[in-house]
């Protein structure tokens, strides 16, 4: 099993910044690849971006250009640099861990954090 603790979330004037921090424990080794979402109020879960344990990374095109994911495999961590930010960015952001043990999937999530963005 994975373990997964979201944290760096807030209040933020439109047009700040903002870098959400995941920290990953358990069975990291079997991590094949992690991702953000968010789920804004009467909405639903959407993907904010992914990054595979190859390198590829997947944006949702509300974000491309403005957020960044990146992982530091040694220290466990999931990071989502987020820039520009817009009052539509306001949301509970949560980190989600895919995991590979032979042919068994199983996906993993955090508690999330709030980001809110003030106009």
């Known amino acids: 099993q994975v373990q997964l603790v979201e944290s760096g979330g807030g209040l933020v004037q439109a047009g700040g910044s903002l870098r959400l921090s995941c920290a990953a424990s358990?069975?990291?080794?079997?991590?094949?690849?992690v991702g953000w979402f968010r789920q804004a109020p009467g909405k639903q879960r959407e993907l904010v971006a992914a990054?595979?344990?190859?390198?590829?990374?997947n944006y949702a095109d509300s974000v491309k250009g403005r957020f960044t994911i990146s992982r530091d495999t040694a220290k466990n961590m999931v990071y989502l640099q987020m820039d520009s930010l817009k009052v539509e960015d306001t949301a509970v952001y949560y980190c989600?861990?895919?995991?590979?043990?032979?042919?068994?999937?199983?996906?993993?999530w955090g508690q999330g954090t709030q980001v809110t963005v003030s106009s």
């Open positions: 989600k861990a895919e995991t590979i043990v032979g042919q068994r999937v199983d996906d993993y």
């Open positions: 358990g069975s990291t080794f079997s991590i094949n690849a």
């Open positions: 990054l595979s344990m190859h390198g590829t990374t």
